[in-house]
């Protein structure tokens, strides 16, 4: 544990919470420990990483309104970004789960990830209290919370590329999965994007949604739809 220790920063007193944070519910299932797993640790760091990240945001856009401040938290603690902080520290290579659970690819299972990441919250949070989990919490996301300070609006390319080509026909473009590679815990999409019988653009990702958007990114950048636009 002292590795992980290093990476995140923080030294447990009670090295028990840590442990029990690292905790995945199949492991306490096959030792015959039901209520020894991160559970409730991550029920607790859940509402912990809200209430730090809800009062960073309010300090960062003093003039937003509530519902654009919380916008910006939901793509602060979406799964996404949960398995993106949890990743940063190679947190699922310190997971503890049962033989079946690591065998499926549990220890690179988003959920998983995004669970074990809110626990450690809720264990820094018992060990040492408020200001500590807040200075943890900070430190782990600072990359996040600096992008949302400079980009406060997120973009949507899906919906740029909606709007251009409708301002040119009322056809809508349609997006198609091409193929899937790569076993179930860490399968690669592709998806191409056509609209007017022509494929305007190709994505590759490790989801159908990223591949989506992807491929709708390439497409404004190609703006293959020019030729179109110009004939009519």
Request: overall charge neutral.
């Amino acid at each position: 544990m002292d590795s992980l220790e290093q990476k995140i920063g923080y030294k447990f007193r009670n090295s028990l919470l840590l442990a029990e944070a690292l905790t995945h519910p199949s492991l306490a299932y096959e030792t015959n420990r039901p209520h020894f797993d991160n559970q409730r640790l991550e029920y607790l760091g859940d509402a912990v990483l809200q209430l730090v990240l809800t009062e960073r945001l309010f300090e960062i856009f003093p003039t937003f309104s509530e519902g654009r401040l919380t916008k910006l938290r939901s793509r602060l603690v979406s799964r996404d970004a949960l398995r993106e902080y949890a990743s940063a520290v190679d947190l699922g290579k310190f997971l503890l789960m049962g033989k079946g659970e690591a065998g499926s690819g549990g220890r690179s299972r988003p959920s998983n990830l995004a669970d074990a990441f809110e626990a450690l919250i809720g264990a820094v949070y018992i060990d040492s209290g408020y200001d500590a989990a807040r200075k943890f919490i900070l430190q782990q996301c600072a990359a996040f919370i600096d992008k949302i300070a400079r980009e406060p609006e997120e973009v949507n390319p899906k919906g740029q590329l909606q709007e251009i080509l409708q301002a040119i026909s009322n056809t809508s473009p349609t997006y198609r999965i091409v193929s899937q590679e790569g076993p179930d815990h860490c399968k690669n999409f592709t998806a191409c994007v056509e609209w007017n019988g022509r494929t305007l653009g190709v994505g590759r990702g490790t989801s159908k949604k990223e591949a989506e958007i992807l491929a709708a990114t390439h497409a404004l950048g190609a703006k293959r739809w020019e030729n179109v636009a110009n004939r009519e």
